[in-house]
């Protein structure tokens, strides 16, 4: 069985609260994942806990759009978001370190997301969780070079 959980980290030149309001602009979040290509807030344009807000996801040969829940918003230490609600936790952490700060992405597959695939792939669920996974794992060091980028551009 695939890992259900991946985190990789990396320092940007810049403080946690500017690398905090960066990534918490879902509306950029389609600028570094390789996976994800646009997101829009469904209701009020802010990181607030409670928020919910649309990304569109393309793979070759498949587009497909989740709404996701912010369920942490503490400006400079946290941002963080559950697919569907309940399937999946996104999250990035930002740490003061010397030369600027330690950003952290976070991926976990939830419970309510692996029964929802057990539900919807039946025999192929294992093999699709693994590919959710294995993007993962490729996708957060892209997104975070990506992020480090932006960051250190501006």
């Known amino acids: ?3 259900l959980s991946y985190s990789e980290s ?6 946690p609260e500017a690398l905090y309001d960066l990534v ?15 997101c829009w807030w469904d209701d009020e ?8 807000f649309t990304g569109r996801n393309e793979v070759p040969g498949r587009t497909w759009e989740t709404r996701s829940e912010v369920v942490v918003a503490e400006r400079g230490q946290e941002f963080a978001f559950v697919v569907g609600g309940a399937w999946v936790r996104w999250g990035y952490t930002f740490i003061p370190v010397d030369g600027g700060t330690r950003v952290t992405e976070s991926w976990e597959f939830l419970p309510a997301g692996l029964a929802r695939f057990e539900e919807r792939y ?10 959710r996974a294995e993007a993962a794992r490729t996708g957060i060091p892209v997104t975070l070079a990506a992020i ?7």
């Open 1 to 3: 069985m695939a890992s």
């Open 10 to 15: 990396i320092v940007i030149a810049r403080s």
């Open 24 to 38: 918490s602009d879902v509306t950029r979040m389609g600028e570094w994942s390789p996976v994800c290509t646009a």
């Open 45 to 52: 344009a802010a990181p607030r806990a409670g928020a919910w």
């Open 122 to 131: 039946a025999d192929d669920a294992q093999a699709q969780i693994a590919d």
């Open 148 to 154: 480090k980028r932006t960051a250190e551009s501006q």
